[in-house]
C-alpha cells in the first residue's frame, strides 16, 4: 500500500469514528496496518482451496489513529443480510446516485430495468463506479426476493 494513498485516507477519516466492514480477506486489517503500523493486525492469505480471504479477524477493536479520529477493524463475512426496507428505498443508500434522481425518464425509476435511466447513464460515462452500480443490483434483487418470500 502507497504511503501516499494512506495520507488521503487518514485524511478522509480526521476527525471520525470510521469502522472498517466488508467480505474476509479483502484488507481491512492490512488499511489498519497501514495507518497505524503499532496495530500489528494479523492478516491471512487468500485461500486457494475457497480462493476467497479467510477469517483471520476474530474480534471487534477500536484504535485511535489521534485525538479526534478513531477506527475499528471487524470481522470480515461471507454474506449481507438485509431485511430493514424495501427495494424502492436502497437506492437512497447509495449516495452517488442522489444527483440522478428526477433525470431519470421515469419517475420512480429503480435504475434497473428502465429506458432513458440517468444513474445508468452515469455508469456508462464512468461517473459512477461499476462496481458499486453491480453491488447496488445484487442488493435491489435481493430484497425483490425477500419480499417474494
Do not use: W
Not at 5 to 20: A, D, F, P, S
Not at 59 to 88: A, C, R, V, W
Not at 91 to 96: D, I, L, T, V
Request: proline share 3%; aromatic share 10%; charged share 30%.
Amino acid at each position: 500500500m502507497k504511503e501516499r494513498n494512506i495520507e488521503q485516507v487518514r485524511k478522509l477519516l480526521e476527525g471520525k469514528t470510521t469502522v472498517i466492514a466488508g467480505p474476509s480477506g479483502v484488507g481491512k486489517s492490512s488499511i489498519i496496518n497501514a495507518l497505524l503500523p503499532e496495530a500489528r493486525m494479523q492478516t491471512g492469505d487468500i485461500s486457494r482451496k475457497i480462493e476467497r480471504g479467510r477469517h483471520t479477524t476474530r474480534h471487534s477493536e477500536l484504535f485511535s489513529i489521534n485525538g479526534s479520529s478513531y477506527i475499528m477493524d471487524t470481522p470480515g463475512f461471507s454474506s449481507l443480510y438485509i431485511s430493514d426496507f424495501e427495494k424502492e428505498e436502497l437506492k437512497y443508500f447509495f449516495p452517488e446516485f442522489i444527483k440522478y434522481e428526477g433525470a431519470c425518464r421515469f419517475d420512480g425509476c429503480s435504475h434497473i430495468h428502465e429506458p432513458d435511466c440517468a444513474v445508468k447513464r452515469g455508469v456508462s460515462e464512468g461517473a459512477i463506479a461499476a462496481l458499486r452500480y453491480d453491488s447496488y443490483k445484487e442488493m435491489y434483487e435481493g430484497l425483490k426476493e425477500k419480499r417474494r418470500y
